[in-house]
């Protein structure tokens, strides 16, 4: 990563004001997560002048650091991680008041000490006494911490000032655990305080689908089950389990993205349009969309639903051993590392429309993307032609690796005769906005620091997604292994969901 000369920073963008001066608290601040893309966001946010100027970085973590050590830690991670170039002025600006609490997550101690440095940061700093908690921590002392915090009244909001928390996914492994973390964290915290961290949100094409669908009148009035023959939500990863396969091996696929990232997805698709952008009425119709997904009986569930698991392969050139053979996995798992289903959502728009998802690891190409498959055109018109040629309209909305959106449609072939052949229309973010790289989290963190909590899942948001999953983990559970289909590594995926869609008619978008 290259360090240049300071330069003069752009105004923030039109429209934008500056966060709220705050206290951001990392409970976990030595992770990855606080190194490889906090940081980084928040020295983006500082560089684009949306960081106030009163803020403190409040590390807490085990590590036996000084503030300046944290300090030094942290401007190292951002040599090393930051997404765009970086000045030392603004590094200096970013870290000039950095804290640090040394202090295992279960001492009341640590809590009584952070309290201490808050003290001191609020008379010092200007933080106004504003304080944003960040749990980087794994999710079994998301309850703990917010306990803690309350016992030690330093979550209490009092004079003005904000406190507020954010957690990271997972929330819960089951219904039953999400509503009894749910209800762990109502008891320290208001809804209103908690913002549940989904950085699919963040990224600017998943913003991009509201306004694509709600913005524009060529889309809303045909987007409706008269018009669209299915939808295809993908999220393919080339990554296998790497060291992640102890903690993998007790989640899942299913559990690690279908309630959170693709049910976002597929809300975000198929939400009524609400009254307004404010945040509950955007969550509330999300949340509409989510309880309308139909709930398959048991005994359709291994019908609709296809569980995988990586063998051996190769991946762009690089072996993967199989899933049973990396580090923390039992050597019989049945634990699947790719799933698809197809799910129907029960109201007036969406009926009988199927959507199909999909995601899994050690794919072929790693792909996030909503197709919108249209229906087709009558084609009396061109009986004398080969209709298979005439290709349904195909409306992809890309998320990554190459945010944009494409329409597929059919045009004539230059020539004295009928020939069609499918064309696509092409709109790429970094083609037609200046956008610097970011990690994801800019827009939510600012979000959160500005108390706009549109784009983070209320309690029952999270609640319906569960809800939604239970009858396929209650079936895999009844099942064993027995419908477990094998995949090499770099693949599109098992046979199974290819004949999934075969069965209705329909053929994934090939990954590469």
């Not at 944290?70 to 190292?76: D, H, P, W």
């Amino acid at each position: 990563m290259d360090v240049v000369a300071e330069r003069p920073l752009a105004a923030p963008r039109q429209g934008l004001r500056r966060a709220d001066p705050c206290a951001f608290v990392v409970f976990g601040a030595g992770g990855d997560l606080t190194k490889r893309l906090l940081l980084p966001a928040l020295y983006n946010l500082a560089a684009s002048q949306l960081l106030a100027e009163e803020f403190c970085l409040v590390g807490v973590a085990r590590g036996d650091l000084s503030a300046d050590e944290f300090r030094r830690v942290m401007a190292e991670a951002l040599g090393k991680f930051a997404t765009t170039k970086t000045h030392p002025e603004t590094i200096d600006r970013l870290l000039s008041c950095c804290r640090y609490v040394r202090g295992d997550f279960d001492d009341p101690s640590t809590y009584q000490r952070l309290r201490a440095v808050l003290a001191d940061a609020g008379a010092k700093g200007g933080t106004h006494d504003n304080c944003l908690f960040y749990l980087a921590t794994p999710p079994e002392l998301f309850a703990h911490v917010a306990r803690a915090l309350g016992k030690s009244g330093v979550a209490h909001e009092e004079n003005g000032a904000w406190r507020r928390l954010i957690i990271e996914k997972p929330f819960g492994f089951d219904l039953e655990s999400a509503q009894a973390l749910n209800q762990e964290l109502l008891g320290v915290f208001t809804e209103s305080q908690i913002y549940r961290i989904d950085h699919y949100l963040g990224k600017e094409t998943v913003q991009n689908i509201m306004v694509l669908r709600f913005a524009n009148g060529m889309f809303e009035p045909i987007w409706n089950r008269e018009h669209i023959d299915h939808v295809q939500i993908t999220v393919a990863e080339t990554v296998s389990v790497e060291s992640r396969g102890k903690l993998y091996d007790h989640t899942g696929a299913l559990r690690d993205m279908v309630p959170n990232h693709l049910f976002q997805l597929l809300a975000l698709t198929a939400m009524e349009p609400p009254n307004c952008f404010e945040a509950n009425a955007v969550r509330t119709e999300k949340l509409k969309a989510i309880d309308a997904v139909h709930l398959p009986a048991r005994d359709k569930v291994l019908a609709d639903v296809v569980r995988g698991q990586y063998a051996a392969g190769s991946v762009e050139g690089r072996a993967i051993a199989a899933y049973r053979q990396a580090a923390g996995v039992a050597p019989r798992s049945v634990t699947e590392t790719y799933v698809a289903m197809r799910l129907m959502i029960d109201n007036w728009r969406w009926a009988g429309v199927p959507f199909y998802l999909r995601t899994g690891k050690a794919l072929r190409a790693r792909r996030t993307e909503i197709a919108i498959k249209f229906k087709s055109a009558p084609f009396a018109l061109f009986r004398d032609t080969p209709v298979e040629s005439l290709t349904r309209n195909l409306l992809v909305l890309r998320i990554q690796p190459d945010e944009g959106a494409a329409l597929h449609f059919n045009a004539k072939i230059p020539g004295p005769d009928i020939a069609i052949e499918n064309v696509r229309m092409d709109f790429k973010y970094k083609d037609y906005f200046d956008a610097a790289p970011s990690t994801g989290y800019e827009t939510l963190i600012y979000d959160c620091m500005i108390g706009d909590p549109t784009l983070f899942q209320r309690a029952d948001n999270i609640e319906a997604g569960w809800r939604a999953v239970e009858p396929i983990l209650k079936a895999w559970r009844a099942a064993g292994g027995a419908n477990l289909a094998f995949y090499p590594a770099g693949s599109n995926g098992p046979q199974a969901a290819d004949e999934l869609l075969e069965r209705h008619g329909h053929k994934w978008r090939p990954l590469a």
